[in-house]
């Protein structure tokens, strides 16, 4: 039987060479793997970098829209309506009986800021933006209005809302000098998941 590529045989260098080349083409492979892996790895971040680039943005632009929103409201001269109007395009996130939270809640129905003021348009570099500005509401023999003892702490409630130094239990719908207000904004591109933005603040004074 005749042995090829023993040490010394003359096929022993051929063996050797094939050896040598299969090896040399096995790093090759390994070594254009890593190379393939590092250069999505950078693809990836890079990309992930730029969508947090653009979240931060976008969040900037988002809270100045609701801060310019905020002071429409605020400019509104209908002060003694304002929360007549308000109050029937409020809505609370479900589950929440005792007014605690401050949270997201996309499930919540967000409306058009033409719905509040035709005048206020959102920028357009934020995809569809809606708003909701939620206001107090407390039923007392089926009738909802806006009452100074209702324990609302979202709301900063209960507060001397007619300022007449006593919390108590009557409708202050007519005589509110303040008027606790939560106020969202919703944005949101085609295809991509909605984000909110909220802000809890007050409204004051006679107009």
Not at 99 to 111: C, E, P, Q, S, W
Not at 142 to 151: H, M, P
Request: proline share 5%.
């Amino acid at each position: 039987m005749r042995v090829v590529g023993r040490p010394g045989s003359p096929g022993h260098g051929v063996a050797r060479r094939c050896g040598e080349a299969a090896f040399t083409l096995v790093e090759v492979m390994i070594s254009a793997s890593i190379l393939v892996i590092s250069i999505l790895g950078f693809v990836a971040n890079a990309f992930a970098g730029h969508n947090l680039s653009r979240t931060v943005e976008e969040r900037g632009v988002a809270v100045e829209t609701l801060g310019r929103f905020i002071e429409r409201l605020r400019a509104d001269p209908d002060w003694a309506g304002l929360y007549a109007r308000l109050r029937p395009l409020t809505v609370e996130s479900v589950g929440d009986a005792t007014l605690v939270r401050l949270n997201v809640d996309t499930n919540l129905k967000t409306r058009t800021a033409a719905t509040y003021y035709a005048d206020f348009v959102p920028p357009k570099s934020l995809g569809t933006v809606s708003f909701l500005v939620q206001v107090p509401v407390k039923t007392v023999s089926g009738v909802a209005s806006l009452r100074e003892d209702e324990a609302a702490p979202r709301y900063g409630l209960p507060y001397d809302l007619n300022g007449d130094g006593v919390i108590d239990g009557g409708a202050r719908d007519a005589d509110y000098r303040a008027l606790p207000i939560v106020v969202r904004i919703r944005w949101q591109h085609p295809g991509e998941t909605a984000h909110e933005t909220i802000l809890q603040t007050w409204l004051r004074g006679d107009r």
